[in-house]
């Protein structure tokens, strides 16, 4: 089955800077990836997704950025905010339909 | 709820106790999944169904039980063999036509 991977598991940034999650997988039949935000005791919220017919997605201060070759994705923050604090979780899917399989999660806690 | 309810928020389990977590969605979609989220560690899949009256294990079935008699519905109960419950229970579901998850809003396990 898929294999996913993400790094770090924790990243504490100054407010303003910028921060980085990275996430390897393992299956080649993997297609779809999205980001979810999870707040403290709430449900995670999809804030980003990528197909894999292309490498870079934006939407305003998040952005997602897939290496199908490599075999891993990362999602990049810039100017964070302290509401910006939250795990962030990737996942691997092989589209449509079909289970998730998530990363082990990364807080991020976005210093003022 | 944004559509998918579950239910009870908190529960609490004796030892030798089988509990129903409940969840409901009316999004008419029709694949539904249990996840299990520890502290540190990402989601677990625990049973999925795409289908009313079939349904799939995950990675982490032991010691769970799952029944999908309505689209709507997709109940999780954790048995007396499940030997280390405690954990945020996470329902979610998604229909063929959108490739994300809508997330419930969770329950938290506690064995007493």
């Known amino acids: 089955g898929e294999n996913v991977e993400q790094h770090p598991s924790t990243l504490s940034v100054q407010e303003g800077d910028s921060a980085v999650i990275k996430c390897t997988y393992s299956d080649s039949a993997s297609n779809y990836f999205p980001w979810y935000k999870q707040e403290l005791g709430k449900r995670p919220q999809l804030i980003i997704d990528?197909?894999?017919?292309?490498g870079e997605k934006k939407d305003q201060r998040i952005a997602v950025t897939l290496n199908k070759t490599a075999k891993h994705f990362s999602l990049h923050i810039t100017e964070t905010q302290p509401e910006d604090s939250a795990v962030y979780f990737c996942?691997?899917?092989?589209?449509?339909?079909?289970?998730?399989?998530f990363g082990s999660g990364t807080k991020l806690n976005v210093k003022p | 709820d944004g559509g998918i309810t579950q239910s009870p928020k908190y529960l609490f389990r004796k030892e030798g106790q089988n509990v129903t977590l409940s969840c409901e969605q009316n999004l008419n979609h029709d694949a539904m999944y249990w996840y299990r989220q520890d502290p540190g560690q990402g989601l677990r899949l625990i049973y999925y169904?795409?289908?009313?009256?079939?349904?799939q294990k995950g990675d982490i079935a032991e010691g769970y039980s799952v029944s999908r008699e309505k689209k709507e519905s997709f109940p999780l109960t954790v048995t007396s063999a499940q030997k280390n419950p405690t954990a945020f229970y996470l329902c979610a579901s998604t229909s063929d036509r959108y490739y994300g998850y809508t997330f419930g809003s969770g329950t938290r396990l506690t064995v007493v």
């Open positions: 990528i197909r894999s017919n292309v």
């Open positions: 996942a691997a899917s092989r589209g449509n339909f079909n289970k998730f399989y």
């Open positions: 169904s795409q289908i009313v009256n079939d349904f």
